[in-house]
């Protein structure tokens, strides 16, 4: 990409010098524990070229945005069985919330919320004998990253505080929605949200997402193409919750955001970048990430619009 490192070190500027609102996530304790001034960015070609601004290289909580790995996982065991279990609409509420899952059954609206979250740990738990284990396993081969582990400081600060999740767990399995014990459903869920990577990292696994299912540089065989597409499709309609809309009229790409303030934004057959930052916005996605993606594709006009 032309004057690729030049636009993002202008963007990045841009940023910085703009007001620095909202406030870190502090209803999972150990996170409110991080600088809050914390800035980076990565993005990754297809070809497999890199560029990076700021705290490129420091560790994260990615927390919802490793929903997406569950969702590739499921996606490759089972293919389109995992719509007889949960929709693909767009929720227009807030990643946490129960309020649809009344009136629609049990069924969560879609993988990207909590609710859909949780049941697609439920699959997993169904297919491994050992999920976590499985699941660490699928992540590091993705990412490549040998010796991840899951932040189990992370973990246990969600466990101690997660009602909303043992909430909802409860709530789907009332519907029969839910197979194994919630316990053992949430355990894998809080480990999950625990995974930690660096922007570059992140970039570097999202890879596959903007080269039809393959991993960038090792070509190996992630999803389907047409798999890669529809992940795309819900993380443009469901990666934000309640601003997916604002995310799609802002900054156009499909993405997916956590509450550790980072976020991933892909423009199929090109890229895949991500940016953090940890302060939030009121829907609980990283105020400057918002910012800066949006700056972005408007200087670059890579926008899937
Ligand atoms: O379940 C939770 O509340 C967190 N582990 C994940 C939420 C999250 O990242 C929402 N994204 N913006």
């Known amino acids: 990409m032309i004057d690729c490192q030049n636009i993002l070190d202008n963007t990045y500027q841009k940023v910085l010098k703009m007001e620095h609102v909202g406030d870190v996530a502090s209803y999972i304790p150990e996170l409110s524990t ?23 290289t420091v560790k994260f909580s990615i927390q919802s945005i490793a929903k997406v790995l569950s969702l590739s996982l499921v996606l490759s065991k089972i293919g389109d069985k995992l ?46 004998d050992d999920p976590k284990t499985a699941l660490l396993d699928y992540v590091r081969e993705v990412s490549g990253i040998k010796d991840l582990q899951y932040a189990t400081d992370i973990a246990a600060s969600e466990q101690a505080t997660g009602y909303r999740n043992y909430a909802l767990a409860n709530f789907i399995k009332s519907f029969e929605n839910i197979h194994n014990t919630c316990n053992q459903v949430t355990d894998l869920y809080f480990h999950l949200c625990s995974i930690e990577m660096t922007c570059e990292q992140l970039a570097y696994t999202f890879g596959f997402l903007a080269n039809q299912g393959k991993q960038i540089k090792t070509d190996m065989k992630v999803v389907k193409p047409a798999q890669a597409k529809r992940i795309n499709a819900i993380m443009q309609t469901c990666g934000f919750y309640d601003e997916a809309g604002e995310f799609a009229f802002r900054v156009g790409l499909p993405g997916k955001s956590g509450v ?26 990283s105020y400057r990430g918002m910012k800066f993606l949006e700056y972005f594709t408007d200087e670059t006009q890579d926008t899937v619009f």
């Not at 649809?100 to 697609?120: C, D, T």
């Not at 980072?262 to 302060?279: C, D, H, Q, R, T």
């Open 83 to 128: 719509w007889e279990r949960m929709d693909f609409e767009p929720s227009g509420t807030a990643f946490n919330s129960l309020v649809q899952l009344e009136s629609e059954n049990g069924i969560p609206r879609n993988p990207l919320i909590n609710a859909g979250a949780i049941v697609m740990c439920d699959i997993i738990c169904d297919l491994f």
């Open 260 to 285: 550790g303030g980072g976020m991933v934004a892909i423009l199929p057959n090109a890229f895949s970048i991500a940016v953090w930052s940890p302060k939030l916005n009121k829907h609980g996605n």
């Open 34 to 56: 991080v600088n809050p001034d914390q800035f980076g960015v990565c993005l990754i070609t297809k070809n497999g070229e890199q560029f990076t601004c700021g705290d490129a």
